[in-house]
């Protein structure tokens, strides 16, 4: 440790951090715009000047590290005009465009100027300008009013792993671009927007649209993945106008994904807003009070093994509980499934469909194994963590299939499962370096759970990790990755017809009444079903459905998630449905009102205890022991594909979106054009 | 200065000649493993030298994949340093002087030579005569001032006349005999020395 005096106050600090950071430590703010905690130092902008002891100039806090018996001032004089000159000298080709400005009210340069800034400029010269860049459909460039801060391109080097933005020239005429103003090829590139200290770079959907103060802030939890990134939803009256990340050290960093960010425009398009009867193919209005007559009469005349239902992949826990609630005590039937197709799950024990090793734990990993996943696409910010823990530890990282590029190098093998098979049998070169490594984590995507031999093959896995001790207290190297926000919910909430067929019934059009909780993603064939489709955009469940039920989307009622790592996390209503739209809760507990006079819950908290108890009891009772049922033998070898969804149409919302389609566009053109020469 | 911009008209491809793809090897060579970005500056002069005097998009490219470095990168080095020419200069690139003391000596009767004899701007490549001229700050030859840089050589103790003598054989395709035009040998005094005499090899 560290001792070290800043302004009178002495304060300890560990070895290898900078004074800046001791200083804050010590509580005394330092005005910053290249330093950034989560990127290296660069110590160009010169705006974190303290005096130092013994030393005649002053300092870059920022980029000098903290040493044993330091002094520092930081609110003499001379740093009062130092730091005054150097804003004077960044001011002095800065635009005075403010009010146009849309960082205007979050700006550090505006803030700090207010402090260091002076009322009038020497500068009697033309200030600079400079020609704005395309960097994609994304992100809006202005910059002429870019302070070469570089943290833009520090970020894509470093975090996103695209070394695609730099700064060309030198001197006064260094510019921002990308490389031959090209989009950036990344799925973080939204968070350059957040780093950005001034307005050079701002949001090209948001542009213009509002201001900082006139927009109610509420903190949640993203959606678009299982990732559950911490979020803050900014709306402006009904409108959800952007989307921030919030600092979470345990999940997202500071960072969200372009998806998290931008899909916030698909909440207003396609909304249903009332509900609606389909007669004769064709969609018309109609009253909650009639549609819940057609259901229950429907339902009155249909046995109940001949109603399913099933959970989409948004829905919060809250729902998925009531609509459970619904078939087990209402309907009497436990058709009910989250999956879409009968892949592998095993919800004996709760590991077995967690990523167990957390989030964190992945930067402490010495050999990471992907198996059938290709994280990029399937939890960007998972991702994110893997390259940090690349680019801190040089981490070892296979792939068993050839997944593309992942911004970091990785090993790949042969894609089949018989190489897995090899592995985990002992008989593999790979076997020693697993069993070498301390922590290693062994990452199962969906794609895996899909195979045939899955089954054979996770209990192959598992047995393995846990007889040579990689599964124990201190670190489980089991891991799933979800591709949905809703999954391990639902999983949690055991919503999955485990012995039922539900999957062949369906493909046979064995059912004859279906109830899809913003399900848009099952494959089969509709014949004489009755559909009923809740949900919150009319996408392919609503065009199948017999009837809409209007449901509300994630930032427009409270709700529960749990991310892949097994953390429960509640997302806040920052809007509230369109129109006649419900929230989905609501619209569940009234038709079963509708139906038997009676609600299932009086209201939102008796639903969310009980929601919590049934959780606690599930886990209480696991059953521990069930390898009888998995299957002893290995078929044959099959090649595992990754298959994901499209990472820029992977749900509803982001299929309503238009960003999302303008950012899928503008990678095809890349594609066709070819940035390789 | 300005930033420079790179052409509009952009080869297709670029790779080293045999020749110059061992020389890059060696220069690699001399760094590290793992530190061969070191070379990004030499491997550019090279791409320079073999093309013209000028680097085309497609070999920042090619150096960018030799030593394993984002384009972006090699791209940036490439805009930094005024020595490497973004756009055509040809194959006989004139550089005149006209910093203070080639300035008294007459370095802008050089540049009239220039421009009767190249073209009338600088910056400009006059594709029939495969040349270009520019003014440029000091070239550290101030005691043979007035003076000239074309390609790597250096023409010295200039006139206008001997100016116009040299780019008309320029650009005939001969190459004039390099240094003083006043008989200097390098930089010594023009009429013999007068100082050291008792030096044999001064």
């Known amino acids: 440790m560290l001792k070290l005096k800043v302004n009178e106050i002495e304060v300890e600090v560990e070895e290898g951090l900078t004074v800046l950071q001791a200083c804050e430590k010590a509580g005394v703010e330092i005005p910053r715009f290249c330093y950034h905690e989560k990127l290296s130092i660069a110590g160009n902008c010169r705006m974190c000047l303290v005096e130092m002891e013994k030393s005649p100039k002053p300092i870059a806090s920022c980029a000098m590290p903290a040493a044993d018996g330091m002094v520092i001032k930081t609110n003499t004089p001379k740093i009062e005009k130092s730091r005054k000159g150097v804003m004077e000298f960044l001011l002095a080709n800065h635009p005075l465009d403010c009010p146009v400005c849309d960082q205007g009210g979050e700006c550090d340069l505006q803030d700090q100027s207010m402090f260091y800034g002076i009322d009038k400029s020497r500068f009697k010269e033309n200030k600079r300008s400079v020609p704005d860049k395309n960097m994609g459909p994304l992100i809006k460039t202005q910059m002429t009013r870019c302070i070469h801060c570089t943290r833009c391109i520090r970020f894509a080097t470093e975090i996103a792993g695209v070394p695609e933005l730099g700064a060309i020239g030198r001197g006064e005429d260094m510019q921002i671009t990308t490389y031959l103003e090209q989009s950036i090829q990344s799925e973080l590139s939204g968070n350059v927007i957040d780093l950005c200290p001034v307005g050079a770079l701002t949001s090209k959907p948001y542009v213009f649209e509002a201001r900082p103060w006139e927009l109610k802030k509420t903190e949640s939890i993203d959606v678009m993945d299982a990732v559950g990134s911490n979020i803050r939803v900014d709306t402006y009256g009904w409108e959800v106008k952007r989307i921030l990340p919030l600092i979470n050290e345990d999940i997202n960093e500071e960072w969200i994904s372009d998806k998290t960010r931008y899909a916030c425009d698909g909440l207003s398009n396609q909304r249903l807003d009332t509900p609606y009867i389909k007669y004769n193919g064709k969609f018309e209005k109609a009253t909650w009070d009639e549609v819940f007559k057609i259901i229950k009469s429907k339902i009155k005349n249909t046995s109940k093994d001949k109603i399913a239902g099933f959970v989409g992949d948004l829905a919060n826990m809250e729902s998925s509980y009531i609509f459970k609630e619904f078939f087990d005590r209402t309907l009497d039937t436990n058709n009910y499934d989250c999956r879409t197709s009968n892949y592998y799950t095993n919800i004996n024990e709760r590991e077995n469909y967690l990523f167990n090793s957390k989030i964190n734990g992945i930067e402490e990993s010495d050999l990471i194994f992907l198996i059938g996943t290709n994280p990029r696409f399937e939890a960007t910010i998972l991702n994110a963590r893997i390259r940090k823990s690349y680019v801190n530890n040089l981490t070892k990282i296979l792939s068993l299939s050839d997944v593309g590029d992942l911004t970091y190098p990785y090993k790949t093998l042969d894609g089949k499962t018989k190489t897995l098979v090899d592995i985990f049998e002992g008989k593999s070169e790979i076997t020693k370096d697993i069993l070498n490594a301390k922590k290693p984590l062994i990452i199962l995507g969906e794609s895996f759970f899909k195979l045939q031999s899955a089954d054979f093959l996770f209990n192959l896995i598992k047995n393995f990790l846990t007889n040579n001790k990689k599964i124990s207290e201190s670190w489980n190297s089991l891991n799933k990755i979800s591709t949905d926000a809703s999954t391990v919910g639902s999983l949690d909430l055991k919503i999955i017809n485990e012995k039922g067929n539900i999957f062949e019934n369906l493909k046979a059009n064995n059912f004859e009444i279906i109830y899809l909780l913003g399900q848009d993603n099952l494959n089969f064939d509709k014949k004489n079903e009755f559909i009923i489709y809740q949900g919150s955009h009319g996408d392919k469940g609503a065009e199948i459905a017999d009837i809409i039920l209007p449901g509300a989307a994630y930032t427009e009622q409270n709700g529960h998630f749990t991310n892949l790592e097994g953390k429960i996390q509640k997302a806040f209503k920052a809007s509230y449905p369109p129109g006649e739209a419900k929230e989905d809760w609501q619209i569940i507990n009234e038709l079963a009102e509708f139906m038997n006079n009676r609600k299932l819950f009086n209201d939102k908290d008796e639903l969310e205890s009980s929601m919590f108890n049934y959780i606690n009891l599930q886990q209480e009772n696991r059953v521990l022991s069930d390898q009888g049922t998995a299957s002893k033998n290995f078929a044959e070898s099959e090649n595992l594909t990754v298959t994901y969804k499209e990472y820029y149409f992977s749900n509803v919302i982001a299929r309503s979106s238009k960003t999302m389609l303008d950012c899928n566009n503008s990678k095809l053109e890349t594609k066709k054009t070819g940035t390789d020469g | ?202």
């Open chain 2, 1 to 202: 200065m300005t930033l420079r911009k790179i052409s509009k008209e952009q080869p297709e491809r670029f790779e080293f000649t045999q020749e110059n793809l061992d020389e890059a090897n060696r220069i690699i060579k001399k760094y590290p493993k793992g530190r061969q970005q070191s070379a990004v500056m030499s491997l550019l002069y090279l791409a320079q030298k073999q093309n013209d005097n000028w680097i085309p998009l497609s070999a920042m490219k090619h150096i960018g994949k030799i030593l394993d470095m984002p384009y972006v990168k090699v791209y940036e080095v490439a805009t930094f340093y005024t020595m490497y020419n973004l756009t055509p200069v040809g194959k006989n690139f004139v550089q005149v002087c006209t910093t203070t003391p080639c300035m008294i000596r007459g370095a802008y009767k050089l540049v009239e030579a220039c421009k009767e004899k190249i073209s009338e701007n600088e910056n400009e490549f006059v594709k029939e005569k495969n040349c270009s001229w520019m003014e440029v700050e000091c070239l550290g030859a101030c005691i043979n001032a007035p003076m000239m840089q074309i390609n790597d050589d250096y023409y010295e103790d200039l006139d206008k006349e001997k100016a116009l003598k040299i780019l008309d054989q320029i650009i005939s395709g001969k190459k004039p005999e390099p240094g003083s035009y006043r008989g200097r040998l390098n930089s010594e005094p023009e009429n013999n020395r007068k100082t050291l005499l008792d030096v044999k090899n001064a």
